[in-house]
């Protein structure tokens, strides 16, 4: 089975989620907050109380802390963090890109502001495309049936 990549992670409901998938061998949750401690616990859950840009670190070439997890690469990277997706993009979902296979997807929630109009939405899901577009591709985006009125789902894959 594969692994998959929680960023911003807590409280662990895409951890829990993907843990209970058959495909899903073991999944990384990536953020400085706490888990859940029903989902901490879990077996095949490994949780790195940092944040995804000090994660991957290499102090002195010194290995990350994902590289001494041990896991990688991702086949997977899910985040629904409740961040502007602009900053979500850059600072949650880029540096983690290099621990991603080639052509494994990225799913990840675009938060809006209330009331936000369609326009915006379309909009902040481009933002998100130009900041990310460097290292993935073939983007969708989507508003998916779990998607509150101010969520849209971008879909993309590493390049």
Known sequence: GLVACDVGAAPGGWTKFLSGLSFVRHVVAVDPGQLDARVASLPNVTHIALKAEEAVLRPGNAASALDRVGLGPFGLIVCDSNNDARDT??????????YLKPGAPLILTVKLPRRAS??????????????????????????????????????????
């Open 89 to 98: 993009a850059r600072d949650l979902v880029l540096p983690l890109a290099s």
């Open 118 to 159: 369609l326009a915006l939405g379309v909009s902040r899901c481009k933002d998100v495309e130009a900041i990310l577009g460097g290292a993935f591709r073939d983007f969708r985006s989507e508003w998916l049936f779990a998607n509150s009125n101010n969520e849209r789902t971008v879909i993309c894959y590493r390049r």
